[in-house]
């Protein structure tokens, strides 16, 4: 059996709304913001976003963006002139086979295959953290549901440096079997969980469980990675009781600041109905560089979480 990522939910009883934790949601856009007092998270985009100018076949749903420091800078981009289809802390394959088709949902504007909101789960706070719990399905030609996709957030507190945001993401074939694989361009093998920076952290230094990147990597398996400057950078952890893990990674600071960790990477996997995969991830935001955010000290406090015991 899989192991229960949210265990914590268990021992917590249900509160209303306070003033500390709190969402604002902004129906004609489609866009749920999440803020601490008087300070921005994230938000959450559910409904159809598309940029002023841009052809219709761009349109995209079910994604984060923007993603706030601590200091409310905005550390996320979307519809990026260098590559539209990048949006803020997304998850989607440049591989996915279906009813006989071959499509993707990571190019959206080439594909007939793409994510819609379905409906909220939970939008509440649970102890200090906050819960943001979503229904998605994927639709071939904007009809036929071929895939179920639940999405969790954890949303912790401020707490030193840093901010800690859990992430699990279920995946269920629907009617029938669906294959996923990352790109075989250029032995990249990306797809899956992915952040795409905004132009704060373009250049930003790359540190692994291995220790510092002087290039851009791909194909390269890590346990956690790290985009920081002096002033802010964003972990992202994964967790041990992913598929194949430890796995390969996308890591670029070049024109953009990006991390991938790219499941199922080179590999086909096949998810079937009725027989779920659970992602787990924990998306760290914290001030400073790797060093003085104390991101090791948050990955250790990560593995030790009671999210992930047994």
């Keep these: 059996m899989k192991k229960i990522f949210f265990l914590i939910f268990l021992s917590l009883v249900p509160v209303f709304l306070s003033a500390q934790i709190t969402f604002i949601d902004d129906t004609e856009r489609g866009r749920l913001t999440i803020k601490e007092g008087e300070?921005?998270?994230l938000t959450y985009c559910y409904g159809d976003q598309l940029?002023?100018?841009?052809?219709?076949?761009?349109?995209?749903s079910c994604y984060i963006h923007p993603l706030y420091s601590l200091d409310g800078d905005i550390l996320t981009e979307d519809?990026?002139?260098?590559?539209?289809?990048h949006s803020g802390i997304f998850w989607t394959w440049p591989v996915v086979k279906t009813r006989g088709q071959e499509t993707q949902?990571?190019?959206?504007h080439l594909s007939?295959?793409?994510q819609y909101f379905k409906r909220w789960m939970k939008r509440e706070n649970e102890g200090d953290n906050f819960i943001l719990s979503i229904e998605n399905v994927w639709k071939l030609s904007e009809k036929e549901v071929v895939a179920n996709e639940k999405l969790t957030l954890i949303i912790h507190p401020a707490d030193g440096p840093g901010r800690a945001i859990d992430l699990e993401l279920i995946l269920e074939a629907i009617g029938g079997p669906l294959e996923l694989k990352g790109?075989?361009?250029?032995?990249k093998g990306y797809g899956g969980l992915c952040l795409r920076s905004s132009p704060l952290l373009t250049g930003a230094s790359m540190t692994t469980n291995t220790g510092r990147l002087q290039e851009d990597t791909t194909n390269v398996r890590f346990r956690w990675a790290d985009?920081?400057?002096?002033?802010?950078?964003?972990?992202?952890?994964?967790?041990?009781?992913?598929?194949?893990?430890?796995?390969?990674?996308?890591?670029?600071?070049?024109y953009a600041g990006v991390l991938n960790p790219s499941w199922p990477g080179l590999d086909l996997f096949v998810l079937h109905p009725g027989k779920p995969v659970f992602l787990r991830y924990r998306i760290y935001v914290h001030q400073g560089n790797?060093?003085?955010?104390?991101?090791?000290?948050?990955?250790?406090?990560f593995l030790h979480a009671s999210s992930f015991k047994k």
């Design 39 to 41: 300070h921005n998270i």
């Design 51 to 60: 940029k002023e100018g841009l052809d219709p076949k761009y349109t995209r």
């Design 79 to 85: 519809f990026p002139l260098d590559h539209l289809h």
């Design 105 to 108: 949902t990571w190019h959206v």
């Design 112 to 114: 007939s295959l793409r």
């Design 183 to 187: 790109t075989s361009e250029g032995n």
């Design 227 to 254: 985009l920081s400057t002096n002033k802010m950078g964003i972990s992202i952890f994964v967790s041990p009781d992913h598929p194949d893990f430890p796995i390969t990674w996308l890591i670029r600071n070049s």
């Design 290 to 301: 790797a060093n003085s955010g104390q991101v090791l000290k948050a990955y250790d406090i």
